[in-house]
T-cell receptor, first 117, second 110 residues
Framework: GAVVSQHPSRVICKSGTSVKIECRSLDFQATTMFWYRQFPKQSLMLMATSNEGSKATYEQGVEKDKFLINHASLTLSTLTVTSAHPEDSSFYIC?????????????FGNGTRLTVT | RKEVEQDPGPFNVPEGATVAFNCTYSNSASQSFFWYRQDCRKEPKLLMSVYSSGNEDGRFTAQLNRASQYISLLIRDSKLSDSATYLCVVNRANAGKSTFGDGTTLTVKP
């Protein structure tokens, strides 16, 4: 089945630093990838839709200058949390669909647990 | 009203029980449907797609009712390992993104 790899799986950083998270589709091409955030015991929250070769589409309330998304190739999207603060500590997950688009399920990366101290 | 709604539960059932979850969707243009399970502190994993004719995978049966705009997941002979949160996901053409329910939590007890 389709595999999405996310790295790192866990990161601890100091307040004010930036953290980059990578999401790769290993065996299929993904023109669209999605980034989510999930706080403990809460639902997944879509942050943005990452489009290969164009600007990401951010959900309402998500700061695009704080959460930088780059989708430079059909198999890689990155999320950079800039100037991280403790309130950014969360579980960040990416997902991708294969070229069948709307009829195909999402395949999720294994998530990145970010802790900002 | 949310576009996709699930009963949050929790559902607490004994091992061996049969349990069913429903998920309703409000947009009639919804095109494809999926059930995922998410374990604590892990990413969601695809459990099964939901087809119009209904489909079964072992102890799991998924059904779609387009007229009433809901999908269901039936788990027979529950195992302790079935304890998880079950997410309903709906795709709509031209939406550009999937829509998630908030999940239903299942706890299977010995």
């Amino acid at each position: 089945g389709a595999v999405v790899s996310q790295h790192p799986s866990r990161v601890i950083c100091k307040s004010g630093t930036s953290v980059k998270i990578e999401c790769r589709s290993l065996d299929f091409q993904a023109t669209t990838m999605f980034w989510y955030r999930q706080f403990p015991k809460q639902s997944l929250m879509l942050m943005a839709t990452s489009n290969e070769g164009s600007k990401a589409t951010y959900e309402q309330g998500v700061e695009k200058d704080k959460f930088l998304i780059n989708h430079a190739s059909l198999t890689l999207s990155t999320l950079t949390v800039t100037s991280a603060h403790p309130e950014d500590s969360s579980f960040y997950i990416c997902s991708a669909q294969d070229k069948r688009g709307v009829d195909s399920p999402l395949h999720f990366g294994n998530g990145t647990r970010l802790t900002v101290t | 009203r949310k576009e996709v709604e699930q009963d949050p539960g929790p559902f607490n059932v004994p091992e061996g029980a049969t349990v069913a979850f429903n998920c309703t969707y409000s947009n009639s243009a919804s095109q494809s449907f999926f059930w995922y399970r998410q374990d604590c502190r892990k990413e969601p994993k695809l459990l099964m797609s939901v087809y119009s004719s209904g489909n079964e995978d072992g102890r799991f049966t998924a059904q779609l009712n387009r007229a009433s705009q809901y999908i269901s997941l039936l788990i027979r002979d529950s195992k302790l390992s079935d304890s998880a949160t079950y997410l309903c996901v709906v795709n709509r053409a031209n939406a550009g993104k999937s829509t998630f329910g908030d999940g239903t939590t299942l706890t299977v007890k010995p």
